[in-house]
T-cell receptor, first 115, second 110 residues
Framework: DTEVTQTPKHLVMGMTNKKSLKCEQH?????MYWYKQKAKKPPELMFV???????INESVPSRFSPECTNSSLLNLHLHALQPEDSALYLC??????????????FGPGTRLTVT | AQRVTQPEKLLSVFKGAPVELKCNYS??????LFWYVQYSRQRLQLLLR??SRESIKGFTADLNKGETSFHLKKPFAQEEDSAMYYC????????????FGKGTKLSVKP
């Protein structure tokens, strides 16, 4: 299995809802990432998990809460989001967080709309 | 300060014409440079990395440290090359995060 999978594909939620995005990889990668991509913009890094521990938080608001359940599964919990949080949320993984084997494999993304 | 600059938002060429997508970076150390491609309705995927010095789908990119550039080139563009191309930099010693340029949309016309 050489893919990163993400569910759901699409999500519409109200500003008072609580929802979660899920990301899974079975390539034995030890680093996982969350990116946010607005329309016609490049991906922007949100979080990096390295060996199941949060290693980078790019000053993301607390209404986004990542969780690494195990080495294969990464969640992004969403609560009290704003309409401007609507975007494509991309998950990626790499074999190692540093060193030579750091090619990142991206999932297809979850298209989030906050109403 | 912008670390990765892709000066062209849109590049339009005819099929069979040469194509060059420009990328300049700003970093004083030893960067790792990548080109990622995103075809319509498909996931972002790695196209090239400078350390591999490989040719993928006819594309090549050479790291020029003097000019701090990593331009992507292909001698004969094909319609299926139409996509969004992102140049990305990873700083040496970092924990794996990529810094993306704003992207160039390549349109290859028949």
């Amino acid at each position: 299995d050489t893919e990163v999978t993400q569910t759901p594909k699409h999500l519409v939620m109200g500003m008072t809802n609580k929802k979660s995005l899920k990301c899974e990889q079975h390539m034995g990668h030890r680093a996982m990432y969350w990116y946010k991509q607005k329309a016609k913009k490049p991906p922007e890094l949100m979080f990096v998990y390295s060996y199941e521990k949060l290693s980078i938080n790019e000053s993301v608001p607390s209404r986004f809460s990542p969780e690494c359940t195990n080495s294969s599964l990464l969640n992004l919990h969403l609560h009290a989001l704003q309409p401007e949080d609507s975007a494509l949320y991309l998950c990626a993984s790499s074999q190692e967080p540093s060193g030579g084997a750091r090619e990142q494999y991206f999932g297809p993304g979850t298209r989030l709309t906050v109403t | 300060a912008q670390r990765v600059t892709q000066p062209e938002k849109l590049l339009s060429v005819f099929k069979g014409a040469p194509v060059e997508l420009k990328c300049n970076y700003s970093y004083s150390g030893s960067p790792e440079l990548f080109w990622y491609v995103q075809y319509s309705r498909q996931r972002l995927q790695l196209l090239l990395r400078h350390i591999s010095r490989e040719s993928i789908k006819g594309f090549t990119a050479d790291l020029n440290k003097g000019e701090t550039s990593f331009h992507l080139k292909k001698p004969f563009a094909q319609e299926e090359d139409s996509a969004m191309y992102y140049c990305a930099l990873r700083e040496g010693g970092s924990q794996g995060n990529l810094i993306f340029g704003k992207g160039t949309k390549l349109s290859v016309k028949p």
